[in-house]
């Protein structure tokens, strides 16, 4: 049984920081990609971050890209998002995504195989 569950999310004013983190359970964590996605209301779930089971392949969206990171330590089997620079547009409920594709990273939600429950970032002006 494979459970994700991220942690971290919160209220916070724009030009703030965040870091979300996803803890998973299950014996090939290392085998895997991960992803970050978030969803705000009214509009469709959308790629945010990507790593590869390595962390030799790491994909940003534009719209994240310089401001957020994202890590993995397949050790204590978390994956992290470090988020700078908040905008009021990074308000949604972001998940936790694995992918048990060796080797590749992507993104489309349909590619990735367990989700987690979701954790809330709302950003305010």
């Known amino acids: 049984q494979v459970q994700l569950v991220e942690s971290g999310g919160g209220l916070v004013q724009a030009g703030d920081s965040l870091r979300l983190s996803c803890a998973a359970s299950g014996r090939t964590f290392s085998m895997w990609s991960m992803g970050w996605f978030r969803q705000a209301p009214g509009k469709e779930r959308e790629f945010v971050a990507g790593?590869?089971?390595?962390?030799?392949?790491?994909y940003y969206a534009d719209s994240v890209k310089g401001r957020f990171t994202i890590s993995r330590d397949n050790g204590q089997q978390t994956v992290n998002l470090q988020m700078n620079r908040l905008k009021p547009e990074d308000t949604a409920v972001y998940y936790c995504?694995?992918?048990?594709?060796?080797?590749?990273?992507?993104?489309?939600?349909?590619?990735?195989?367990?989700w987690g429950q979701g954790t809330q970032v709302t950003v305010s002006s």
């Open positions: 995504a694995a992918d048990r594709t060796f080797g590749v990273v992507r993104q489309s939600i349909f590619e990735y195989d367990y």
């Open positions: 790593i590869s089971s390595n962390g030799a392949r790491i």
